[in-house]
């Protein structure tokens, strides 16, 4: 039962563009939603998160929106950069879990 | 301020040898998460804890593993009798508080049963 489903397993965007990573998720008791990004051989390392009480939240070039009612967020980072070239994971909690539910992630490349 | 710590990096063991993963939170966390990544799969939960306290134990298999974070020292993830099966990444993260914020991973543990 995969509750949070990252449908595009690769993603390739020219450097200087937009790069939009989409999350699907189907437990309604989630709210709490975050975004990593993984190096080959290293840790996940955060990047944004946003509560559920909001449906947008940025950080420098990156921006996660949420759309609740459709039970899906997305990861826009603008502009791309050959740094961002990575593995991208969606991740959902809810109050009083504390666990991080993750989807299967995206394979982002930037290409010069 | 030191990241979470993981060691061993690589770990290689012989089916049915026991494997042990040791994992240091980052200073001032009391929270510790252990997950496990197949190949080509997202991260799975297995196990949280506090010091000296299982508190969610869902993701854990119900046979071989198990995950300790004792008043001293850091957590241990402990697997008996690997199996090829077994190979995978496990990382352990940490944080600071209860309720919702970002978890920090370690770099992880590769285990390779052979």
């Known amino acids: 039962d995969q509750q949070v489903k990252q449908n595009s397993p690769s993603l390739s965007v020219q450097e200087g563009r937009i790069s939009i990573l989409n999350c699907d998720y189907t437990?309604?008791?989630?709210?709490?939603f975050l975004w990593y990004k993984k190096y080959p051989a290293e840790g996940p390392t955060f990047l944004i998160s946003?509560?559920?009480?909001?449906d947008k939240n940025e950080d420098g070039r990156f921006t996660v929106f949420l759309n609740k009612s459709a039970k899906h967020l997305s990861l826009h980072i603008v502009p791309s950069q050959p740094g961002d070239s990575a593995v991208y994971f969606c991740?959902?909690?809810?109050?009083?879990?504390?666990?991080?539910?993750f989807g299967q992630g995206t394979r982002l490349t930037i290409n010069p | 301020n030191a990241g979470v710590m993981q060691n061993p990096r690589h770990l290689v063991r012989r089916r049915g040898q026991e494997a042990r993963l040791r994992c240091s939170p980052m200073?001032?966390?009391?929270?510790v998460y252990w997950y496990r990544q197949l190949p080509e799969e997202g991260l799975k939960f297995m196990v949280y804890?506090?010091?000296?306290?299982?508190?969610?134990e869902s993701g854990m298999p119900k046979e071989r593993f198990s995950a300790e974070f004792p008043k001293e020292g850091p957590s241990i993830l402990r697997i008996q009798q690997v199996v090829r099966g077994d190979s995978a990444a496990y990382f352990c993260?940490?944080?600071?508080?209860?309720?919702?914020?970002?978890?920090?991973f370690g770099q992880g543990t590769r285990l390779t049963v052979v």
């Open positions: 993260a940490s944080s600071p508080l209860k309720g919702n914020t970002e978890a920090f």
């Open positions: 437990n309604s008791m989630f709210d709490y």
């Open positions: 946003i509560s559920s009480i909001k």
């Open positions: 991740a959902a909690s809810f109050q009083g879990a504390q666990k991080l539910v």
């Open positions: 200073k001032g966390h009391s929270h």
């Open positions: 804890l506090q010091k000296e306290n299982i508190i969610d």
